[in-house]
Nanobody, 120 residues
């Protein structure tokens, strides 16, 4: 069994910061690409930022310069540092990872989501 557990969400005022964490646990052999997605009410889920196993990153244009994605492969954890938050960043944030377990092929796993609310 593999689990992704997010933490770090909450409520902040515009201009504030939050740091999200996503910890993977279970019978993990390797973790390939990881990413943060978000879904606002009435909108489709979108990719916010992604990171490869080697550390290459990509961001949606709306968060470039404000958000930073990183990972610590030693503890199977990914982070999203969010600065200069805006009300339009309000959403449920989900982590996502391509994981190979000890007993199966590579597949995509999702966390349960963490709410981020930014007030103006």
């Amino acid at each position: 069994q593999v689990q992704l557990v997010e933490s770090g969400g909450g409520s902040v005022q515009a201009g504030g910061s939050l740091r999200l964490s996503c910890a993977a646990s279970g019978s993990i052999r390797s973790i390939n690409n990881m990413g943060w997605f978000r879904q606002a009410p009435g909108k489709q889920r979108e990719l916010v930022a992604g990171i490869t196993s080697g550390g290459s990153t990509n961001y949606v244009d709306s968060v470039k310069g404000r958000f930073t994605i990183s990972r610590d492969n030693a503890v199977n954890t990914m982070y999203l540092q969010m600065n200069s938050l805006k009300p339009e960043d309000t959403a449920v944030y989900y982590c996502n990872a391509m994981i190979q377990t000890d007993s199966g092929p590579v597949r995509v796993y999702w966390g349960q989501g963490t709410q981020v609310t930014v007030s103006s």
